[in-house]
Nanobody, 125 residues
Framework: QVQLVESGGGLVQSGGSLTLSCAAS????????MGWFRQAPGKEREFVAG????????VYSDSVKGRFTISRDNAKKTVYLQTKSLKPEDTAVYYC??????????????????WGQGTQVTVSS
């Protein structure tokens, strides 16, 4: 069993930055691919970024490419999402997720096995 706890969300002005963290419990963290998703009010959940267990593959959605950076520290069992140049449309609850089995699909939430409770990011204009 893996538990994921996000932190680092908050209220920030447009153009600002935040670093989100996702701390994992359980074994074999380094074998899990990790993803960040977000969901804005009234909208579907959206894939943001993903990283493989060894950090060798990183993917981003087009909407955040160049502004967000995903990274992980396997010794600390933590994955990070550094955000910059935030826009009001980035406002959402941000979730991290862990995937046990290999998959070429990053954006489909159904391939992830564990989810955190989410952290709210609000960007004011």
């Amino acid at each position: 069993q893996v538990q994921l706890v996000e932190s680092g969300g908050g209220l920030v002005q447009s153009g600002g930055s935040l670093t989100l963290s996702c701390a994992a419990s359980g074994r074999a963290f380094s074998s899990y691919a990790m993803g960040w998703f977000r969901q804005a009010p009234g909208k579907e959940r959206e894939f943001v970024a993903g990283v493989t267990g060894n950090g060798g593959t990183i993917v981003y959605s087009d909407s955040v490419k160049g502004r967000f950076t995903i990274s992980r520290d396997n010794a600390k069992k933590t994955v990070y999402l550094q955000t910059k140049s935030l826009k009001p449309e980035d406002t959402a609850v941000y979730y991290c997720a862990a995937r046990v089995s290999p998959s070429s699909t990053w954006a489909n939430g159904r391939v992830y096995d564990y989810w955190g409770q989410g952290t709210q990011v609000t960007v004011s204009s």
